[in-house]
Structure formats: C-alpha cells, structure tokens
C-alpha cells in the first residue's frame, strides 16, 4: 500500500507529549499545504507570502491537530465523554473526533451565533448540542465548570494536548520552507493557536533547526479585541464569529509569545475582514472562512498604517474553510445578494450574456 500522511500524533510522535501505547484517534490531521500567494506578496509589497491553509484538515479547521491529541489522551485516561464550549470549530471538531473515539461529545455554543456549516457538522457528528444564552465567555466557564463536577472532560485549548497537537503547524512551516518565516500571521481569539505556534517554534530554535523565531502577529476584530484594548471585552462583536471572544482563554500565554518573538497584536474592522476574505477567494484561489481572513487583512493594514515588509517571507495562517460559513460569499461589497442570472438553453443567449458574443 502506498504511503499517506499518518496525522499528526503518528507523524510527529517523539515531539509530543503522549506516551507510547495512548490510544490515537485520528482522522488524518494535519500535512495541510502551504500555498504561494503571490498576489497576497504584491499587495503587502513582502518577498514572499505563503498560505498555511488548514481548512484543508478532516473537519475544515486547524483545531483537528489539537482535538486529535485532546481526545486521544481523553480515551487514554478513560473519558467516555468529552465536552467543549465553542465558537463553532472547535465542537465540529470535538464531535468528529468523538464519533471517531466511539465516546460522546458535549457542546456548547453561543444562541444564534455559530455559521451553519459548523452547527451541521456538530449535529452530523452526533453531538449533544446545546445553545447557551450568552457569549462564548459564558458557555467556556459552564464548560469549565461542568467538567470539574461532572464526569466529562473538557477539550478546550485551556487543554495543554490541544496547544500540544496545534504547535505542528509550525513544524510543518519550518519543514517546508527549510527554515522560519521572518514573519508568522494568525487570526486571534482564544490566542490558543498564537501561542501553539510560537511553541512549535520556540522547540524548533531550542533544537537548533531554526536560527531565529519569527515574529508573531496576531490580529483580533475590531469589536471583540481584548489584546489591543489591554483587558477583557464584556460584549465582543464582530461578523468574524468563529473569534468572537472576549475574555480569550490563553492570555497569560500569547502574551509572552508577543514579548519573546518581537510580536504584535492588532485590529481590524469588519469591513476590512470582508474585504480580505474575497482578495484571497478572487486574486489567490483560497476560500477561507470570513475569521480566517482576518490575519491577511492585519497585515494589510499593518502595511497601510506604515510598516514595511519589503524583503521578508511571511507566513499567514488561515484557519477554516470558506465552506463553514458560505453565505458571506454570496454578498457583494454593499452587502447585497448575489444571485447568479438564469437563463435558457440556447447557445447564442448564453454567449450574450457572458459577453462572448
Ligand atoms: C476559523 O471554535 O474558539 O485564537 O470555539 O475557528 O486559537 O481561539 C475558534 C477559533 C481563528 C481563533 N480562526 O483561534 C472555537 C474557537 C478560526 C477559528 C480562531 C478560531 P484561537
């Protein structure tokens, strides 16, 4: 049989913290391409811009790479039942995995507030859904606090497995490029996978592959950006829901990664996302979920604002796949609908209105 990429916990198995003979439940993680986008380069004016695209993981999202450790060690340690707040990855994740397990999984979302194709993926999987009254602040401390007093165990990133499992996309960068970007972009929320990959970094520079870590920028939605305003967002908002969070879990963490890599955080508006997320679609090939986006257009915006990139590589994650949350696809720049023409079967009227005629 010919060689396919094994997931990340076989793959990687003497980097991560798992013992030999844990359980693993995989469903093929990781291996996701990194994409040259030149278009992207040309825009910032960089040397070179490449894209870790992770919505081509099994459940469309970066969280896989975690969620396969997470799970793994929860079967291991004996878990019949998993639980997570979410934005809606995250539960997309948890409950594939979970079904993979043969365990349950328990999600908890915010009312209203996750993109369709995360919530059929959770109710695909055989999730036990729930939508909470409230923000995912509110749903991650009912997680929380549900696994401390009840039989379940909780799969979110304030789980060091899953920022274990998710520091493999820094591995794979450094593999494929041959050495570390001058610059590393991500979309923040949690901060979860911020700090994951100045982690798999930080081991890449203690081992001698790398000879520097990249710098870490990391860009939130202008109306749910706790690190910009310098504390807790009581009612973040933002289009961008997957990263519609206020009080993110891995603050202490993301805060040294910031420090020690000569990072930055910043912020960008809705529209500035928008915008971005049909750049990527139109001029690079990737459809990317709108929250996906939001590190391409923190970098943009970076530039605009006066900094330059000019001779650096860089490296943007982008984290979910454009079909998780379609519909933004099909709205024009003033947010009208767009509806494709209907026309008849005849040749000539086809070409007339493609122009060809
Ligand atoms: C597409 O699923 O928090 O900064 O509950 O789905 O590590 O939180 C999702 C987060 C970026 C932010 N892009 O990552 C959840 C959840 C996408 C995301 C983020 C998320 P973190």
Redesign the pocket.
Known sequence: MAHQWRGVIREYFDRLDIEKGNPIITLGEGGTPLVDAPALAKLVGADEVYLKVEGMNPTG?F?DRGMTMAVSKAVGHGAKAVIC???????ASAAAYAAAAGITSVVLVPEGKIALGKLSQAVAHKAQILQVQGN?DDCLRLARDLAENYPVHLVN?VNPDRIEGQKTGAFEVVERLDRAPDIHVL????????SAYFKGYLEEFNEGVIKRVPNMWGFQAEGSAPFVNGGPVKNPETIAT??R?GNPASWDLALSAQECSDGRFGAVSDAEILWMHRFLSQEVGVFV?P??ATGAAGLLKTVQQGTSVAGKTIVVTV??HGLKDAGWALKDEDGNEIKPQIVSSRAEEVAERLGLA
């Not at 979309?187 to 911020?194: M, Q």
Request: hydrophobic share 25%; aromatic share 8%; no cysteine.
């Open positions: 999202s969280k707040a979410s934005t809606g990855n995250t539960s995912f990133s979309p923040v929320g949690n901060a979860g996978n911020y997957a990263i969070i979920e929250s996906s984290t979910g």
